[in-house]
């Protein structure tokens, strides 16, 4: 009896912590960082470094502030995103600075992400880790 109490104590604690970790996992509130390459539509490329901040202003909604550098520029960009799935979220970001907007699309696994922004002037896809703070 006392075996298939902890079995159960043991099955049922490990469900929680598995998803309270999955609930955290698609969550994007807090800082990121990463890069990848940036693809222009004139053709050139570069590795761009990025971090970025998510704010939550809804279960359902962020604003994104980020900062990228490549060899030959440091961008400042803001992206509005609405999840679109347990772990996918889609909106648009605009870079004031180069006049340049578009699409952005994130989808997270983890402590970890993948961006795929796109507009006229190029795409990216970026990969970005969690920032964790000790």
Known sequence: MFQRLVVALLVSTSTVAFEAENAHAAK??????GG????????????ARCRAKYTPRSDER?????VCATSSAWVVQTAFLRRVGDDRYRGTF??????????IFIRVWGNRQTVRMTS???WAPLRLSRVLRH
């Open 120 to 122: 006229s002037s190029g």
């Open 94 to 103: 605009v870079n004031r600075d180069y006049r340049v907007s578009g699409s």
């Open 36 to 47: 990848g390459r940036v693809w222009f539509a004139s053709g050139g490329k570069e590795y």
């Open 62 to 66: 962020y604003l994104v502030h980020a």
């Open 28 to 33: 994007l509130e807090g800082a990121w960082g």
